[in-house]
């Protein structure tokens, strides 16, 4: 009896959802099938702005703009692919572009397919005017990188670009995709994690017309960090009105403290044809003979020249500070063994002081040799050359300076007196960053304090404090010796950079002409002013420009400028 009542319990149960099956898909299956194809639920990601990128005074150096991608949903177009010939006629985009796009970015039925991005306003319009015959497009708005100067401090900065198969097998773990934008070089690659915010979505429901009805889930995305950085735009300007067309790299420094006020190298590019998909310009700067791309700045390794003699010089006021009286006479060359080094002129009798006035190569090639290569070397790693200077930027070099067991070791020869001569006046091997230069004359005004240069000031409301505990023990007497040489190479008219004195300023220098096989000179001009007390340190270094009297006029222009603009001001 009760297995019966359990039979008929079970057959009533299975009746009623047969019952309700056939109600479903029979009695009310029209009315459902509309429903589900008048609404679809969508699933939207929503991409995080990237934080802002401003200067010492706020101004946005890299920041966001809204941008426009189209999507098509798979299951809306299913054989009709004349969606894409409607689209192609209202943005003028050819057919073939469009789904070549879909098949790329294909992922599944349901699953918005990305067919082209970053259109501009006026071409969203005229999709939005035509929304009735486009029911499986979508329109997107989404953050986009812009950077509203151009090319200006592009190097400093960085750029943004897709994300390559090294840096997603790097960086998968921190939330990567192999979608996503990242920054390559500059500060756009340093700051990545600061900069890139957390990504969000949106689950919508929408009507066959693809019109929203009602939002079923939502997670916001989180923008990213803006970061403050040293960087003063007004200085960066000056720079780029003066070296539009030339070659080389600019950097304009505190001493004091490392903060890089501006920094450029040349050529430059433009960030935004990265972020904007310009792909021609793209491959004109990959393929460009003079490498926009390479930051000279800071990975640029160049043989110094005679502003090189700064270490040589501290060098031997360190080892013996008699040397300050010493003399030697320059005939316009020194004849070492079977070989001829040249001068820049017949200077006669030289002194220490007139020596560095003068950039004379004889007194230094004597003075090289009388030290030796050792001390020479000693003080050039301990004056920063030789190694990183730290700044916060990827792809720094280190330069080199030679050595006797360097070239021992590495070329199985021995060290001659030709090898220190060529040493001492900064050619040969020895090879440094314009960022090393700016460096090392930094010491000689700060007190002898170990500074790292650097770009980054705030990353958002914190300050970024950089540690500073080191000091570098030279004789008071060095530092004033060579600081009064270098203020009389611009002072002294008979000094190599007379041409950059300006009023109003004191400008300390060291000129360096630096022989390249094949090619012309480079021009470097190395230093730094102020009114009444140094406030700057710099470098301007022109890559083949044929003389270092070149480079001082340009650093003349620019701090003269500088100072017209009020930055010298306290």
């Known amino acids: 009896m009760r297995?019966?009542?359990?039979?008929?319990?079970?057959?009533?149960?299975?009746?009623?959802?047969?019952?309700?099956?056939?109600?479903?898909?029979?009695?009310?299956?029209?009315?459902?099938?509309?429903?589900?194809?008048?609404?679809?639920?969508?699933?939207?990601?929503?991409?995080?702005?990237r934080g802002r990128i401003l200067d010492r005074n706020a101004v946005a150096l890299a920041d966001t703009i809204p941008s426009f991608d189209i999507s098509v949903i798979p299951q809306e177009i299913k054989s009709d692919t004349s969606i894409f010939d409607k689209v192609s006629q209202l943005l003028n985009i050819p057919v073939g572009e469009l789904k070549r796009n879909y098949k790329k970015n294909y992922i599944n039925a349901f699953t918005p397919v990305k067919i082209y991005e970053k259109l501009d306003k006026d071409r969203i319009i005229a999709l939005e005017e035509n929304k009735f015959q486009l029911e499986a497009?979508?329109?997107?708005?989404?953050?986009?990188?812009?950077?509203?100067?151009?090319?200006?401090?592009?190097?400093?900065?960085?750029?943004?670009?897709?994300?390559?198969?090294?840096?997603?097998?790097?960086?998968?773990?921190?939330?990567?995709?192999?979608?996503?934008?990242?920054?390559?070089?500059?500060?756009?690659?340093?700051?990545?994690?600061?900069?890139?915010?957390?990504?969000?979505?949106?689950?919508?429901?929408?009507?066959?017309?693809?019109?929203?009805?009602?939002?079923?889930?939502?997670?916001?995305?989180?923008?990213?960090?803006?970061?403050?950085?040293?960087?003063?735009?007004?200085?960066?300007?000056?720079?780029?009105?003066?070296?539009q067309d030339r070659k080389g790299a600019v950097i304009i420094m505190d001493p004091y403290n490392g903060e890089i006020i501006a920094m450029a190298s040349y050529p430059a590019y433009d960030p935004n044809d990265f972020v904007k998909g310009r792909n021609k310009a793209v491959e004109r700067l990959l393929k460009d003979d003079d490498s926009p791309l390479f930051n000279r700045a800071i990975a640029g390794q160049f043989p110094p020249g005679s502003v090189f003699k700064i270490v040589t010089a501290t060098a031997a006021l360190e080892y013996k500070p008699s040397y300050i009286n010493k003399t030697f006479v320059c005939n316009g060359y020194l004849q070492i063994g079977n070989r001829y080094y040249d001068c820049n002129s017949v200077h006669?009798?030289?002194?220490?002081?007139?020596?560095?006035?003068?950039?004379?190569?004889?007194?230094?090639?004597?003075?090289?040799?009388?030290?030796?290569?050792?001390?020479?070397?000693?003080?050039?790693y301990i004056l920063g050359l030789g190694r990183k200077t730290g700044i916060d930027l990827n792809y720094e070099a280190k330069g080199f300076i030679p050595s006797p067991n360097w070239k021992k070791i590495r070329w199985l020869q021995n060290w001659h007196k030709g090898d220190t001569a060529n040493m001492s006046i900064g050619q040969g091997e020895v090879l440094a960053t314009p960022?090393?230069?700016?460096?090392?004359?930094?010491?000689?005004?700060?007190?002898?304090?170990?500074?790292?240069?650097?770009?980054?000031?705030?990353?958002?409301?914190?300050?970024?404090?950089?540690?500073?505990?080191?000091?570098?023990?030279?004789?008071?007497?060095?530092?004033?010796?060579?600081?009064?040489?270098?203020?009389?190479?611009?002072?002294?008219?008979?000094?190599?950079?007379?041409?950059?004195?300006?009023?109003?300023?004191?400008?300390?220098?060291?000129?360096?002409?630096?022989?390249?096989?094949?090619?012309?000179?480079?021009?470097w001009f190395v230093g730094y002013a102020g009114k009444e007390r140094p406030k700057y340190a710099f470098c301007v270094f022109l890559?083949?420009?044929?003389?270092?009297?070149?480079?001082a006029e340009v650093a003349r222009d620019i701090l003269r400028k500088m100072l017209q603009e009020g930055l010298f001001d306290a």
């Open 3 to 49: 297995n019966r009542q359990i039979d008929i319990i079970f057959t009533a149960l299975f009746a009623i959802l047969i019952l309700g099956l056939f109600y479903i898909q029979i009695i009310r299956g029209d009315y459902f099938y509309s429903l589900s194809r008048k609404n679809v639920i969508r699933v939207v990601s929503l991409e995080a702005a």
């Open 137 to 243: 497009v979508v329109i997107d708005a989404q953050p986009q990188r812009f950077y509203p100067f151009g090319k200006m401090a592009s190097h400093a900065l960085g750029y943004l670009s897709q994300i390559d198969f090294y840096r997603i097998t790097r960086l998968k773990p921190y939330g990567y995709e192999s979608s996503d934008l990242v920054g390559y070089g500059g500060l756009e690659e340093r700051y990545d994690l600061v900069l890139r915010g957390e990504r969000g979505g949106e689950q919508i429901e929408v009507d066959n017309r693809g019109q929203r009805v009602r939002t079923v889930g939502y997670k916001p995305s989180r923008a990213g960090k803006d970061i403050q950085i040293t960087i003063d735009t007004r200085a960066q300007k000056i720079i780029d009105s003066f070296m």
């Open 348 to 380: 006669g009798q030289e002194s220490f002081m007139d020596a560095i006035i003068h950039s004379c190569n004889v007194y230094f090639y004597n003075l090289g040799m009388r030290i030796g290569p050792e001390a020479i070397n000693k003080y050039a």
């Open 435 to 523: 960022l090393q230069l700016v460096k090392m004359v930094s010491f000689l005004i700060n007190g002898g304090e170990v500074i790292y240069p650097h770009l980054i000031k705030k990353i958002g409301d914190k300050q970024v404090n950089i540690v500073r505990n080191k000091t570098i023990k030279l004789k008071e007497e060095t530092v004033n010796n060579i600081n009064n040489a270098l203020y009389n190479v611009v002072d002294n008219p008979s000094g190599t950079a007379y041409n950059a004195k300006t009023k109003s300023l004191k400008i300390y220098g060291k000129t360096g002409t630096a022989q390249v096989v094949g090619k012309s000179p480079h021009g």
């Open 543 to 551: 890559e083949n420009c044929g003389s270092s009297h070149i480079a």
